[in-house]
């Protein structure tokens, strides 16, 4: 078992609860009741559920690479997923700066980033230590 692994993983799964349940609530149905096109709403609410699938799934995998870091390519994975929330952290970042705002996703996504990279950093575990 690799711990900075389920630390992202239980980071992420945090990230991900807030963004679903937070999220749906304080933003996307104030946005949903004005009056708008249709196909605007049903483009924005596509996109938050594709946003919420990423937040699971990234989850998920670190859990899976976490409890088995001698999966082929966790390493690999781990990086991946530090690439995508640190470009993510630099969307918000420059959001943030053009507004004059803070936006909380950036410490959010930035922890994850980081635990992917440390846990991507660090030696396989040895199949011979199972």
């Known amino acids: ?5 389920i630390a992202a993983g239980v980071w992420n799964l945090i990230a991900a609860l807030i963004h679903t349940i937070l999220g749906q609530i304080k933003l996307i149905n104030p946005f949903l009741d004005i009056e ?4 605007l709403k049903a483009i924005l609410l596509s996109c938050w559920h594709m946003v919420t699938a990423i ?3 990234t989850s998920i995998v670190f859990f899976i690479i976490g409890w088995r870091p001698d999966t082929y390519a966790s390493n690999q994975l ?3 997923i530090g690439v995508y929330y640190s470009l993510a ?3 918000f ?8 705002l803070f936006l909380f996703q950036v410490p959010l996504l930035l922890v ?4 992917g990279f440390i846990g991507a950093r660090s030696p396989r575990v040895s199949q011979e230590f199972r």
């Open 55 to 57: 937040l699971f799934l």
């Open 112 to 115: 994850i980033a980081i635990l």
């Open 78 to 80: 781990s990086c991946i």
């Open 36 to 39: 708008f096109a249709d196909i």
């Open 93 to 100: 970042a420059t959001v943030s700066i053009y507004y004059g």
């Open 1 to 5: 078992m690799k711990k900075i692994y």
């Open 89 to 91: 952290t630099l969307a």
